[in-house]
């Protein structure tokens, strides 16, 4: 009870003394006023901004943070200085608590975003001086199509179903670049299983290099059987972005993939697919895919919009994109250096969503929304809008080759979190296999591509289905999204080596302030520089190391029970610090010290203790 009464009183103190500090303060602005009145205003060349007082700290709700006052001792060289306005009392803003907090919380969030910037390396901010999308006079123009007049083939259709006891009946026909759809509608008792299992029989009397069917044709009651042209005509990359479909799309991610089995143009929204893997065997499209999507980003979208992290392990693919505005960083060649490069996004991945919750945001849609209304009411904090990353691989079998933990953490931890950061993976492997396309990377990458494959396993292996077997290469693929019942076929578009150095040349000539830095080696020696986690095994394995007079990674693991890759991590770390020597083939290590440091620590504080035990016992006797 004292307690609260000993507060009352000081609360009550304090209060009186605040009080007393308004009411002089407001006599003196009484006086001031009552003296100008009387003439004593000062001359307008040289009146100086009076103190507004305690209110003047802080803004209204209603002000914005752009608004400053203007100094009215500024005289213009050759004009008369206007006289000032005596600001009077009753439109001097009041004490307003809920402003002041809000200027409270806006200083701290300022804190928090340099805070937050220093962990990782930032991305490098790009200023455009000058600069203009490219147009579509940079690509080839399509070659004069010869007018080839597919064969009918519904009636034979009809007729060799028929022969199979299947009764049947063709209702539509859809003629595409590379392929020709019949939509067949089965009679009634008719199972669909029964058409799935004659395709091979089907191609035999067609005389078709492989029938595909797809049964049934999502959203229709049909089945849909997916003949080989005699002709196949070449879907122009030019095309296919001249196209309404591409041109009105919404997305700075649009990407123009080619053109569906009824001719129509396919643009995937890499938005929507949230990642895209692509995989296929040699020579069946897969790297004029990438070069594909690669030129729909930097037909489309600044360097302040869209931005590429590209990793190339074959070094013949992408290092032709080498000087672009849009790279974060030059294409990363080794694939040593990929599982750092990797590691930069995931460090770049955690910036933004500190950005995210210090601006009370949920993705990068969001947050560049805050930056440029703050930016049109002229914001003093500056929030720069973040652009999009798209992060490029070309080859994951090398990558999983060399580094296969630290580029599936890295990949993984991407794929679940980037998106609503505004990162996106693009992933291709000429080897679909199950330990190149892991069971993890697959759950975190739902959209694929998928071009022709040697066997049915590893269409399996991409899309969960069968199918990209019978594809006919050469840009013939398979399209699955997210949310989709069914792969959808389609032609890829085909892109010329000359086009791609059209665009590249295009943006190269650009006149843009590059701030580009080396994120790699960046990353690299940040990483060299902090100090990794001592393992809780390290002075136990150092004392067996000076006992036995022995450095070996086999008895660590014999005596402590771990892995082989625990054990050498303990090795390295006592080879850093100078306990054991560099290793010398067959030879043992050299043990380098007789003794642990911190066991003759503790003997020295033993004998100090006895020491002083002994002092403790004479001096009582």
């Not at 001792?73 to 206007?82: F, L, M, R, Y």
């Not at 040697?454 to 949310?483: C, H, N, V, W």
């Amino acid at each position: 009870m004292s307690i609260i009464l000993i507060f009352n009183v000081s609360f009550i103190a304090l209060f009186r003394r605040l009080w007393a500090a308004l009411g002089r303060r407001q006599r003196q602005t009484s006086e001031q006023v009552a003296s100008r009145q009387a003439g004593k205003s000062v001359s307008p060349a040289t009146d100086k901004p009076r103190s507004r007082g305690l209110g003047a700290l802080f803004r209204s709700k209603g002000q914005s943070r752009s608004e400053s006052p203007t100094p009215r001792d500024e005289v213009v060289q050759g004009q008369p200085a206007k006289p000032s306005e005596p600001t009077s009392r009753r439109s001097r803003p009041a004490f307003d608590v809920a402003a002041a907090e809000d200027r409270v919380s806006d200083e701290s969030k300022t804190t928090k975003f340099t805070a937050s910037a220093s962990k990782v390396i930032p991305l490098p901010q790009r200023q455009q001086l000058s600069g203009t999308l490219p147009s579509l006079d940079l690509f080839k123009d399509p070659e004069g199509r010869k007018k080839v007049s597919q064969v009918d083939q519904s009636q034979l259709l009809e007729d060799t179903l028929a022969s199979f006891g299947v009764e049947a009946r063709v209702v539509s026909m859809d003629t595409g670049p590379v392929i020709t759809r019949y939509e067949i509608q089965p009679g009634p008792g008719v199972k669909v299983s029964r058409i799935t299992n004659l395709a091979d029989d089907l191609a035999l009397a067609l005389a078709a290099q492989s029938v595909r069917i797809e049964a049934p044709v999502p959203g229709k009651p049909v089945v849909g059987i997916e003949v080989p042209n005699t002709h196949r005509d070449v879907v122009y990359m030019k095309e296919v972005l001249a196209s309404p479909e591409y041109q009105n799309h919404p997305s700075k991610l649009a990407l123009a993939l080619g053109k569906d089995i009824s001719g129509a143009p396919l643009i995937a929204d890499l938005k929507r697919c949230l990642h895209l893997l692509i995989a296929g065997a040699t020579g069946s499209g897969k790297s004029i895919c990438l070069n594909t999507i690669i030129a729909s980003l930097l037909f489309r979208a600044t360097p302040e919009e869209v931005r590429l992290l590209m990793i190339d392990p074959k070094r013949v693919e992408l290092v032709n994109y080498n000087g672009i505005p849009h790279l974060i960083s030059p294409v990363v060649q080794d694939p040593k250096k990929a599982a750092t490069a990797l590691r930069w996004a995931v460090g770049e991945m955690e910036r933004r969503y500190e950005l995210f919750a210090d601006t009370g945001v949920r993705n990068i849609d969001g947050y560049n929304d805050l930056a440029r209304s703050s930016d049109k009411a002229g914001d003093e904090q500056g929030l720069e809008p973040l652009p999009y990353i798209v992060i490029i691989v070309d080859e994951l079998a090398d990558l999983m080759l060399v580094a296969s933990n630290d580029v599936e953490d890295a990949i993984c931890r991407l794929a679940q979190m980037a998106r609503a950061a505004g990162m996106f993976l693009i992933i291709a492997t000429q080897r679909p296999s199950v330990d190149v396309i892991t069971g993890l990377i697959k759950a975190n990458i739902p959209s694929r591509i998928a071009f022709a494959v040697s066997s049915q396993a590893d269409s399996r292996t991409i899309l969960d289905m069968s199918g990209a077997e019978k594809l006919l290469g050469k840009g013939d693929m398979l399209y699955f999204p997210i949310g989709a019942a069914k792969a959808t076929r389609a032609q890829g578009a085909w892109i010329l080596d000359q086009d791609v150095n059209n665009l590249v040349d295009f943006w190269k000539q650009q006149t843009y302030e590059v701030s580009e830095i080396d994120v790699v080696a960046e990353t690299a020696a940040a990483v060299e520089r902090a100090p990794e986690p001592e393992d809780e095994l390290f002075d136990d394995a150092v004392r067996l190391v000076v006992d036995t007079g022995q450095a070996s990674v086999s008895m660590l693991q014999r005596r402590f029970r771990i892995g082989y890759s625990r054990a050498t991590r303990l090795i390295d770390a006592m080879e850093l610090k100078g306990i054991v020597g560099e290793h010398q083939g067959s030879k043992p290590r050299e043990v380098l010290i007789d003794s642990y440091p911190e066991d003759d620590q503790e003997l020295a504080i033993d004998s100090a203790d006895s020491q002083d035990e002994e002092e403790s016992d004479t001096a009582m006797n």
